[in-house]
């Protein structure tokens, strides 16, 4: 077996620096329980091995990163290292910072600051925020980069696969509870940006980076014993930042020319521009571009538990008022948990509807525009179809410590490629839905201290 890694934090550190930190779990815990303690510092990290089977394929799970991996075993996929740290005022306020080391779109592992945010609780259940934090539109937002936290390798990438980590802003959080339930409301707002890579796996990103403003959002949970239910819904802006460094604008490019789309011969006859020769132009140009778009995502979910058995569920809808393709996906795990050892078998899916646009040129105009752009059809965004089939152990040696084994068979039903990359899950190749079922194999080692 070959590791293979890039520069900067290679598998063997991270297996080290765990190992290191693993004989003494009760003092450390102690630091992060302990409430009263006006400094609170806790660390987590994952080591981890990744490899796919399957000619010309590539696992490429997380769409900031420039490379995946094949059939040689990668150790930079899931790797990372985590720090918070938290000082506390009283019991009325508080501030928090997160630093995470993982690969990047760079390919390299500058520590990135997930939460940086001061916190203050005025009482009656209310907690106020504001700075940077994690966008809770997930089940496990809060716990996705730490592994232990989590009951799978990672979470199922046919859901967990929306291009937005971090938030800058503010929200407003209020706990309550009565007899044997709990619930919690959250609204928040703010801006979000994500780089992407400057090349990618599959030399299809023409983009790098997507950015979400004007965001608002809810948050809702209610737990009563064993059971806990949840609801997510955000609106934003989104906006596609080219490699330009612009916001994308091909459509209205285009309709702003006018030798794009008049033919030679009849330039000279008019001044008309393209959007001015078809009908419906401009709805055509609010519609297609993703230049601060609407865009909308909702999800629910749930997490029951029944002595030894544990369901886990959660779906989610992504609508873009934009060529990028609407899409729904969802999963349901059940575990089972036996002494230390919890085996899990996970089933997910991810479909997305395929946009077709066409504009149909003005009859009094059609012997200006070119022969082959009379029925004038922009590029939409083709939706990929998935379904995952994961098993997975999950043993937790000691306290703090896990190690977890998980096998993916990956059926892509469709091209899944798209133009903008926000819609891919997992894999990259061609003609992968005309092959066989594709297999990822994982081992992961998860500490938090």
């Known amino acids: 077996m070959s590791l293979r ?21 009760a003092s450390a815990w102690a630091s992060v329980e302990d409430e009263s303690a006006a400094w609170t510092i806790s660390t987590f990290g994952t080591a981890s091995l990744v490899r796919a089977e399957g000619e010309g394929v590539t696992f490429l799970p997380f769409g900031t990163q420039p490379s995946g991996a094949r059939q040689a075993w990668k150790s930079d996929i899931d790797s990372l290292l985590g720090i918070q740290a938290r000082y506390s005022v009283a019991n009325h306020g508080s501030a928090t910072v997160q630093l995470t080391s993982k690969r990047d779109a760079s390919n390299n592992y500058r520590p990135d600051v997930e939460w940086a945010y001061l916190s203050l609780e005025p009482g009656h259940g209310l907690t106020l925020r504001g700075g940077r934090f994690v966008a809770p539109l997930f089940a496990a937002s809060d716990t996705r980069l730490i592994g232990y936290a989590n009951l799978w390798v990672r979470p199922p990438v046919d859901v967990y696969t929306l291009g937005m980590s971090h938030v800058d802003g503010a929200d407003l959080i209020w706990r309550t509870s009565w007899r044997d339930s709990t619930a919690l409301f959250q609204l928040w707002g703010g801006r979000s940006r994500q780089a992407f890579p400057r090349s990618s796996a599959s030399g299809l990103l023409t983009n790098q980076a997507v950015e979400y403003e004007g965001m608002a959002g809810i948050n809702l949970s209610v737990q009563h014993q064993g059971l806990s239910l949840r609801f997510a819904h955000l609106r934003a802006q989104q906006t596609l930042i080219t490699t330009q460094g612009r916001p994308e604008q091909g459509l209205r490019t285009f309709g702003a020319s006018q030798s794009a789309c008049v033919g030679k011969e009849a330039l000279a006859r008019t001044t008309l521009l393209c959007r001015d020769l078809y009908l419906g132009f401009s709805e055509l140009e609010a519609r297609y571009d ?11 979910g749930l997490n029951s538990e029944w002595g030894a058995w544990r369901l886990i569920g959660e779906s989610i809808w992504l609508q873009h008022q934009s060529r990028i393709a609407n899409s729904r996906a969802g999963y349901f795990t059940l575990a089972r948990s036996l002494a230390s050892i919890t085996p899990y078998l996970t089933f997910s899916w991810h479909r997305a509807s395929t946009k077709a646009f066409s504009v149909q040129v003005r009859p009094e105009y059609a012997q200006l525009v070119k022969p082959t752009l009379k029925l004038y059809k922009p590029a939409g965004e083709e939706g990929p179809q998935q379904k995952t089939w994961s098993l997975g152990l999950r043993w937790d040696a ?7 084994a998980q096998v993916d068979r990956i059926r892509p039903q469709g091209m899944g490629n798209g ?21 990822i194999y994982n081992l992961s080692a998860d500490f938090a201290y």
Do not use: Y
């Open 419 to 439: 133009i903008s990359e926000l819609n891919r899950i997992g894999l990259v190749g061609k003609n992968l839905s005309r092959g066989p079922a594709i297999h």
């Open 398 to 404: 000691r306290s703090g410590w896990a190690l977890k």
């Open 5 to 25: 890694s890039t520069s900067g934090l290679p598998f063997i550190c991270i297996l080290a620096l765990s190992t290191c930190m693993a004989p003494a779990p």
């Open 290 to 300: 993703v230049d601060h778009a609407p865009f909308q995502f909702t999800s629910i």
